[in-house]
């Protein structure tokens, strides 16, 4: 079946059977995708380390409120 065929039949289905059709397709969508994750949680730690070590640059957290709120 194509994807166009797919539209069409999916154009007569009841609002509340539309509904259901576009959720289970969202939510296919947002599954986390295990290699970034990784890469995520190794920058992460990286970074994490090198606070901890000092090495590196903070920025105080009420400096970026006022900062934010100047915008």
């Not at 079946?1 to 609002?15: A, D, H």
């Not at 296919?28 to 295990?34: I, V």
């Not at 970074?47 to 900062?67: C, D, H, Q, W």
């Amino acid at each position: 079946m194509t994807v166009k065929e797919i539209e069409k039949k999916s154009l007569k289905l009841k609002s509340i059977e539309k509904i259901h059709l576009v959720e289970a397709i969202l939510s296919s969508l947002d599954k986390p995708d295990p290699d970034i994750e990784k890469a995520w949680l190794k920058e992460a730690t990286v970074r994490f380390s090198a606070y901890e070590k000092g090495e590196l640059k903070t920025i105080p957290f009420e400096t970026v409120i006022k900062k934010i709120k100047r915008k």
